[in-house]
């Protein structure tokens, strides 16, 4: 499944879109729009996929996603599935970077915006304390109507711009293609790693997604991620077993086992590799009562069948 294109609707009285979204989960699929979004996670957990980038997502989440960027919030399966109750909360802003026209994007005083901007087509999400301010401004935007709420806007993004708490969420070599013709095979093949990384995913199958040889589909992978497949496969299983221990209390054996493992030493190996410490140490970081999790586990609430 290839990332589908979706229209905004739009009002002709309305230059910049805001949703305060209230509904059961999130359900919008693997999907981009030529509208840049700021999105404030007020109630929800789940995996964001955000180009090439994977991570947990809690709440209080804020970030802001460039233009034609292919992203999916995919709530915890804990949210409910009945459309009478609402599971989860999220305030979201949509623009065309077009609003603020050539002239003006290009004054001295908007230059951090601009940077911003580009720096959003890897995706970039906010943390720290950064991240309690920014959502405190969303808020009082929303309170607000008209004029008050561009000129909040153009604040909010000067805000982000100036604040030095944030990560990436997908790679350089990623946000190059977006623009380019590579953009929907290497997006195919993406999109098939997320959806069956707990699986045995071969290379050769893979492969066969970009009709690539495996030695040449290699070097093709490393040009645009900067990482090797295997990496980047051990490093989606490996965030998915975190989620799973911490917060499912799946043990460490079963964990690794439904997050795509078939040797609990190799697991260990590269949960160790990837943290620096092994899966018992950073449980305990987690302050996660280890004896709870294994009698959790005894009694047959969790099995590879759920």
Known sequence: MKPFYQKLVT??????IFYDEEKPHFTVPWHFHPEI?????????GICYTGDGIHRFTEGEISIIGENVPHWWKSDSRFPEQPS??????LIIQFKK???ESNFINLYEMSAIKALIEKSQRGVQFTGRSRQQLGNLIRKIFRSEGIERITGLIKLLDMMAKSEEFKYHSSLGYSKIISSYDFFRFNAIHEYIITNFTKDVRLEDVAGKANMCPTAFCRYFKKHTGRTFISFINELR????CKLMVEEKYPVNIASAESGF?????FNKMFKRYFNLSPTDYLRAHDLDLKA???YSEVGIISRND
């Not at 009002?11 to 910049?16: G, I, K, N």
């Not at 979004?37 to 957990?45: A, C, F, N, Q």
């Not at 078939?262 to 190799?266: C, G, S, V």
Request: no cysteine.
């Open 11 to 16: 009002s002709p009285t309305q230059s910049v």
């Open 37 to 45: 979004e700021i999105l404030y996670v007020v109630r929800s957990s």
């Open 85 to 90: 109750r609402s599971g989860i909360r999220a």
């Open 98 to 100: 077009e609003i603020f």
């Open 238 to 241: 490996i965030g998915n077993a």
């Open 262 to 266: 078939n040797n609990l030493a190799h």
């Open 293 to 295: 999790i294994k009698e």
